[in-house]
């Protein structure tokens, strides 16, 4: 069982940035592949960014490339989500998920979700 709590959400001009962070309880983060999703108002949840067990490999839409990065720590049981140069679009609320599969851009392949945290980027 992994529980995640994400923090680190926020108003943010257009063009600025901020780092989301997910905390993950119990010993066996290592082995779980995680994963940052957003769903904004009315619309599908959507993959954001992936990252494999080991932090080596990572994975990311379109959507974000070149401004989204996301990166592990394994010894404090934390993941993050790096967001620059943000934009209106941007605007959902962030989940952060773990999965005991490969890396995956599917949250089908996901096993546990966080609670959420608000990010919006006002023009």
């Known amino acids: 069982q992994v529980q995640l709590v994400e923090s680190g959400g926020g108003l943010v001009q257009a063009g600025g940035s901020l780092r989301l962070s997910c905390a993950a309880s119990g010993r066996t983060f290592s082995s779980y592949a995680m994963g940052w999703f957003r769903q904004a108002p009315g619309k599908e949840r959507e993959f954001v960014r992936g990252?494999?067990?080991?932090?080596?490999?990572?994975s990311y839409s379109d959507s974000v490339k070149g401004r989204f990065t996301i990166s592990r720590d394994n010894a404090k049981n934390m993941v993050y989500l790096q967001m620059n140069s943000l934009k209106p679009e941007d605007t959902a609320v962030y989940y952060c998920?773990?999965?005991?599969?490969?890396?995956?851009?599917?949250?089908?392949?996901?096993?546990?979700w966080g609670q959420g945290t608000q990010v919006t980027g006002s023009s």
């Open positions: 990252i494999g067990r080991s932090g080596l490999s990572s």
């Open positions: 998920a773990a999965g005991s599969q490969s890396l995956s851009s599917s949250a089908r392949s996901y096993d546990y």
